[in-house]
């Protein structure tokens, strides 16, 4: 992508519309996209980009666009990136609504993202060491590892494929929902009604808290976890490993293996479809 003859653009400030269309091999340095005309889409169908210690404040900032470095700069605006391919982004501040979308092999390092409907219908995402904040974030988007971050929303993780999660701290609401082969390891989860209707969802090393979690999953796995305030948990699900000390209680599990380092309550109610399919093992 780095090209020792690529074009500098530094110090200037554009606010027109499609100001920079379809340029290629440029490094952008100190630019600042905002004014009076208030222009849309001024890097459209760009490729080769280096974008350094810049301001985008124009919608639809970079669409279509292929191999775009984004490097110390701030991005306030809406909708900013869809449709682009191979984006590298470290040490930068997006807040715009629905930022990423349609996008394919993103790589996000080092920076704060506030962004409702962030990172939908994409592929190939990583994020380390980054805050996020915003609800609705990664729906329906597959092929993503997430290493360290901070994040703070509501809808989070939902109609996924292929999720890992590491080392983080997640505090949503109803996460996970439809999603399917997804690993959290490491991480604190606070949520309501986490992961409803989830098909291959693992917690390993993990801390949840929230009430009624893990409902109607299927394939359920959970390796040496903590459950803080969770009650009425895997109800009508599919659940096999092991919890560190009680839960407040589990409802009408479907069918498994649980093993419970305290004893917990146990409710089994006329509405329980198998009463005897979940074994469930008290250690103490």
């Not at 639809?60 to 900013?80: E, F």
Request: proline share 1%; glycine share 4%; aromatic share 12%.
């Amino acid at each position: 992508m780095y090209n020792l003859n690529m074009k500098e653009i530094i110090d200037q400030k554009f606010s027109e519309e499609r100001v920079l269309y379809n340029i290629k091999d440029t490094k952008i340095i100190n630019c600042h996209f905002e004014g009076i005309e208030d222009g849309e889409s001024p890097l459209k169908e760009c490729k080769n980009i280096f974008i350094i210690n810049s301001f985008f404040g124009l919608r639809y900032a970079l669409w279509h666009d292929y191999n775009l470095n984004i490097n110390k700069s701030v991005i306030q605006t809406r909708a900013p990136m869809w449709y682009c391919r191979n984006i590298y982004i470290k040490d930068s501040l997006i807040e715009s609504i629905k930022a990423i979308r349609e996008c394919k092999y993103v790589k996000i390092e080092n920076s704060t993202i506030n962004s409702d409907e962030f990172g939908w219908f994409s592929d190939n995402i990583k994020v380390t060491d980054s805050e996020i904040d915003g609800e609705y974030l990664f729906l329906k988007t597959n092929n993503v590892e997430i290493n360290n971050i901070k994040m703070s929303g509501k809808y989070s993780f939902q109609y996924m494929k292929n999720l890992v999660i590491k080392n983080s701290d997640l505090n949503t609401k109803d996460a996970f929902w439809h999603s399917k082969n997804v690993l959290v390891e490491n991480s604190y989860i606070k949520g309501e009604y986490l992961g409803w209707y989830s098909n291959n969802l693992t917690f390993k090393n993990c801390i949840i808290e929230g009430t009624q979690p893990l409902c109607y999953c299927k394939n359920l796995k959970l390796i040496d976890c903590e459950f803080k305030n969770c009650d009425l948990a895997f109800e009508y699900s599919e659940v096999n490993g092991n919890i560190l000390g009680r839960i407040d209680s589990i409802k009408n599990p479907l069918k498994g293996s649980i093993k419970i380092e305290k004893r917990s309550e146990i409710i089994l109610t006329k509405n329980s479809k198998h009463k005897d399919a979940c074994n469930i093992i008290f250690l103490d």
